[in-house]
């Protein structure tokens, strides 16, 4: 560990949030920086854990100026710092963050994604630094773009660090690190990009106790190693599996949220793939038809998601999905770092994503992931899975927002996380597919829902298919 008097001017601190939040972060690290009491930290992470646990503990005490990062999350004071300006931001895309950290340990100065082509991230505008009042003080720049095969994508750079400090399980005394379940996320790719890596195990074995066929990281990547104690590893979303299998929706909010779950569940096929986004996104899992096999992944670096444990005793804290809730595995299930992950989804081997929505325009842009100056939750993973090849994306949300005002609308308000990347919308009221060149086409009705009532409600134009049909459900 540093002294007291040396600066580190670029950290990669694992604490992830896009649901990954508490799981995997090296606690004793964390406090190391505390004690010594450095400060003016760059900080390169998914995230900033909770306000009062993780890189949150750092946050408060104000000793971060920038951060690099993807999701905001539920970290209040992240957010609160970043709009009253006493914090610089620079949100980037979950999978391009992944890719740009594991470019720098790979020697690679910069590359090409088809992420986030279309939107601020490469047009420039998103802002890094706010003043007190408000203002924006700087932005990000725009970013080279070039076309392969008449696909247009987006140049980014690499990031390296002076010091990554690294949470595994198990490490022999070369650093041979091997990592737990879904802990292991950003860990190893941030290990390789750095300078100098710290890492910190739960147990230091003697050279020649682990398999070599069952190492995640090899030990050349790492400068000093230690054995971490007081281990409180939080959950930070118990979430248990609820004892009645039946619905048990009981509020009309709960009720209307199932209504659309289980519509969107009809559009799971036998054998896919499929992303779930964070909230109502995942309650389609709940309506899986009995039989068909769909297998779901986590950006966090799970295939093969199961049910929520049964009991708190079941729940494993090293085992997480994107909304940060404990869950389950299934057999077959495999776990991979961050990098993995979003190599699979820009692969194009992820069948579908779902996703929540603030806006959808009627040519199918998707705004979900800011609101100037008032909300930041950072866009996460949802870039990359939109501009994945050959995913369908399908959009959950309700028809108007809080204030009852349409969120299907003739263009985007927000900033966009894709550009006409949308397949499928799903309210309460109805279902609509989306044509690039056509636009909205309402192909479904709700129960108790009348044409005009849709009209009145949706802030542009759509076509009504002449073979229009009652919304189903599972």
Known sequence: MPNENCRLTKVFINDLCLGFGLCGIPENLIQAILDIGVKDLTVVSNNAGVDDFGLGLLLQQKRIKKIIASYVGE????????LAGELEVELTPQGTLAERIRAGGAGI?????????????????????????????????????????????????????????????????????????????????????????????EEVVPIGELDPDHIHLPG?????????????????????????ESSVSSTPAAKLRERIARRAALEFKDGMYVNLGIGMPNLTANFIPEGMKVTLQSENGILGLGKYPGTRNE?????????????????????????????????????????GAMEVSQFGDLANWMIPGQLVKGMGGAMDLVSAPGSKVVIVMEH????????????????????????????????????????????????????????????????VSPDLKAMRQT
């Open 220 to 244: 050349v990547y790492i400068s000093r190693l230690f054995q971490g104690a007081n281990y409180e590893k939080r959950i930070e979303k118990l979430t248990l599996a609820k004892k009645s």
């Open 315 to 355: 729940a494993d804290p090293d085992l997480i999905n994107a909304s940060k809730e404990t869950v389950t595995t299934i057999p077959g299930a495999s776990y991979f770092d961050s990098g993995e992950s979003f190599a699979m989804i820009r692969g194009g081997h992820i069948n579908m994503t779902i996703l």
């Open 109 to 201: 100065p910069a590359f090409f994604t088809p992420t986030a082509y279309g939107t601020l991230v490469q047009e420039g505008g998103v802002p890094l630094k706010y003043n007190s009042t408000g203002d924006v003080l700087s932005s990000s720049s725009r970013r080279e773009t070039r076309i392969f095969n008449g696909q247009e994508y987006v140049m980014e750079t690499a990031i390296k660090a002076d010091w990554a400090f690294v949470k595994g399980h198990v490490a022999d005394m070369e650093g041979n690190t091997i990592f737990r379940k879904s802990a292991r996320n950003f860990n190893p790719v941030m290990a390789r990009a750095a300078k100098t890596a710290i890492l910190e195990v």
């Open 400 to 463: 108007t927002s809080k204030k009852g005002s349409p969120k299907i609308v003739p263009s985007c308000s927000l900033p966009i996380t894709g550009k006409g990347c949308v397949d499928m919308i799903i309210t309460e009221k109805g279902v609509f597919e989306i044509d690039k060149e056509k636009g909205l086409t309402l192909i479904e009705i709700a129960e108790g829902v009348e044409l005009p009532e849709i009209m009145t409600t949706t802030g542009c134009e759509f076509n």
């Open 75 to 82: 970290n209040a004071e992240f957010e609160r710092q970043y």
